[in-house]
């Protein structure tokens, strides 16, 4: 998706419409001296169609998980941005996916959440595509088209990269993208303690939660991936209500030896090495297999296993997902600026018995789901925050985003990136700073990667 090569001030749209934002103003929304951030990231119509153009049709976004098509003809509905996605598995094992709409009225080919296909035709005339997203067949075609239709034309435009790391299956509409993994950067290391401390590696729990919260998208991704501060607070009451009767109230709180990462593509996670604090809602069982996950952990991934029992994260722009026993992955799709639709997964290590993975499912109903008891905590923040910023004076009233400014390293002797406390917005500054980069950057170049540290402890 390349964007016209202008080097001005203009951010120019796909349609030619110069934007009535110059890219120095939208830098200045996130990137101020007070570090504060312009409520209007959160609420304005235009900028959210910069968005959809150059961050959702530019950078790789999460489509699907393996396990969710692991046999040919297995298919899933996605989103990229506010684009149906078709995301199919073939015969050769590869991946295919591809919008999913037909390109004669613009009906969606596919209605189905999920399935398996030997083809796709679209409800409206019949238009025919196969599971690459050819178009095929075409109804009564000599008597309509008089044999001149030009099939090869009018398919769906299909996705420019699709790669995939430990399960995640990511895409990207630009031919021009660095590669996922250049793309993911020092992020990778951060992940595998998820996606990599068993051999098997992770799925999904058969289902999926959907629904739809008045928020932007941007509060969402930067509190995963980032915000701890908020988590004795907003979700105390909470945490004190899982607790095993008996246990030390002490032991809900957030673990003081915390850290944060974060990264110039504007990734983030913040993690802890406190296992009690991860599987709190777990029962014996379950505390049983999260220690022998610790140490099949130490086999993969040495001893620095040790030194992560859970995270929150954030792949930059909108993936996000938890570890210890709050194993959720999702993906706040955007729905315009005032709105998301999450979609959300129970992601499990792939060998846990059957017993363990319906309790880690079950974790997750009561804990990050619609009805889930933190869920309600963050989205009534959220919803409110969203509420609030509509107001003339609100939205011209800056936020505070300081904490721990200056108090960085990027010489960890263990962890790769940049380091903070846990307490800190060190994260939300990088995913803020990214987010302005890419909205103003006319091609990769003027948006580099951070490079992979090399391995480390
Ligand atoms: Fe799909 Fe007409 S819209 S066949
Ligand atoms: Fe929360």
Redesign the pocket.
């Known amino acids: 998706m390349a964007i016209s090569g202008k080097t001005t001030d203009e951010i120019i749209l796909e349609n030619r419409r110069p934007s009535s934002w110059k890219k120095s103003d939208v830098q200045g929304l996130v990137d101020s001296p007070d570090h504060s951030l312009d409520p209007r990231v959160f609420t304005d119509a235009e900028l959210y169609q910069i968005e959809l153009e150059r961050i959702f049709a530019r950078t790789w976004v999460f489509i699907a998980h393996d396990s969710q098509i692991p046999n040919p003809g297995d298919f899933t509905s996605s989103y990229i941005g506010e684009d149906p996605i078709l995301v199919v598995r073939q015969k050769d094992n590869t991946v295919s996916a591809f919008l999913n709409m ?6 969606r ?1 596919c209605r189905e959440d999920c399935g398996n296909a030997k083809s796709f035709t ?6 025919g595509y196969n599971t690459s997203g050819d178009l095929v067949s ?2 009564m075609e000599s008597r309509a088209y008089h044999d001149a239709i030009d099939r090869n034309k009018w398919g769906p435009p299909k996705l420019a990269q699709i790669d995939s790391y430990k399960g995640l299956i990511f895409a990207t509409w630009d031919p021009d993208a660095p590669s996922l993994s250049e793309y993911l950067g020092p992020m990778k290391w951060y992940l595998d303690h998820y996606l990599g401390r068993s051999p098997e590696g992770t799925e999904i729990v058969p289902g999926v939660h959907k629904w739809v919260m008045p928020c932007n998208w941007k509060i969402a991704a930067e509190q995963f991936g980032d915000d701890m501060y908020h988590v004795d607070y907003s979700h105390s009451s909470a945490m004190l209500a899982l607790m095993p009767e008996g246990m030390d109230p002490a032991l809900a709180q957030f673990p003081k030896e915390a850290n944060s990462f974060s990264c110039r593509q504007g990734h983030a996670c913040s993690f802890w090495k406190d296992p009690v604090f991860s599987n709190i809602q777990l029962d014996e069982d379950g505390h049983r297999w999260a220690q022998q996950e610790q140490e099949t952990s130490r086999r993969l991934l040495g001893p620095r296993a040790d030194e992560i029992s859970g995270m929150n994260a954030t792949v930059f722009p909108n993936l996000s997902l938890l570890g210890g026993a709050s194993c959720t992955l999702r993906v706040w799709h955007p729905r315009g600026p005032n709105e998301i639709e999450v979609w959300s997964w129970a992601l499990v290590d792939k060998n846990a018995p059957q017993d363990i993975k319906e309790q880690y499912g079950q974790s997750i109903v009561r804990t990050f789901s619609p009805a889930g008891i933190f869920e309600q905590d963050d989205g009534e923040n959220w919803v409110e925050i969203q509420r609030v910023l509509q107001g003339a004076v609100a939205r011209r009233t800056k936020l505070n985003a300081e904490m721990g400014v200056g108090r960085a390293k990027t010489d960890h002797p263990v962890f790769p990136g940049t380091i903070n406390y846990g307490y800190s917005e060190e994260g939300a500054r990088h995913f803020y700073r990214r987010w302005a980069e890419v909205m103003t950057a006319d091609n990769w170049a003027a948006m580099p990667c951070e490079k992979e540290a090399p391995e480390q402890a």
């Open positions: 037909c390109c004669h009225r613009g009906m080919i679209c409800t409206y005339h019949g238009w075409v109804p």
